[in-house]
């Protein structure tokens, strides 16, 4: 009978919980809705590549990120990762995840957000912008910086792993970590 190859993925873990904490010292308070995304046990049979040695997708998962602030400020944020090239960071050995934010709201009204590289330049606003290793991403209002005390955000997760990863003998955990910071403007 042939033997059955768990994997168990976890993710977002131990470094989450840092969060709350590094915004505090800008007298903000950053909450995230869950501090790890799960995706359970897998098994190599349920996983489908659709073609020989591709990544394999383990799906979306949707956060919520709030950040409420005792004055109003300048929001912008950075996800500190592991980099896994120029927009994904690394996720096991040889995969990767996204982050991606979208649907922001600032003091209860929609806002904008916008891409800013290593270098300082800053892409055109729009309803959703990718982190990227090394960048930020700030809030825009009507072309302008916008300020406020609560900054709502959705994140989106999606995560791969390489096929390799998939042929385990025994249980295997696969994770990666990161963190998200208020970086003044």
Not at 4 to 9: D, H, M
Not at 61 to 76: E, F, H, I, S
Not at 101 to 110: I, S, V
Request: proline share 4%.
């Amino acid at each position: 009978m042939p033997s059955i190859q768990r994997t168990s993925v976890r993710w977002l873990a131990a470094a989450l919980a840092l969060v709350a904490n590094l915004a505090l010292a800008a007298e903000c308070d950053m909450q995230l809705s869950s501090r790890e995304v799960n995706y359970g046990a897998l098994y190599r049979g349920e996983l489908t590549t659709g073609a020989a040695m591709s990544a394999i997708a383990l799906g979306k998962r949707q956060l919520t990120l709030t950040v409420a602030c005792r004055q109003p400020t300048a929001m912008g944020l950075r996800f500190d990762a592991t980099p896994a090239g120029e927009d994904a960071y690394r996720f096991a050995r040889q995969g990767a995840f996204t982050v991606r934010l979208h649907d922001a709201t600032l003091d209860g009204r929609p806002v904008q957000l916008a891409s800013r590289s290593a270098n300082g330049d800053t892409g055109s606003p729009s309803g959703a912008a990718q982190m990227k290793p090394g960048g930020v991403v700030v809030t825009a209002a009507e072309g302008a910086e916008a300020t406020g005390k609560v900054f709502t955000v959705q994140v989106e997760i999606d995560t791969r792993i390489d096929d390799a990863a998939t042929r385990a003998r025994d249980i295997s955990v696969l994770e990666g970590h990161g963190s998200f910071h208020l970086v003044p403007r």
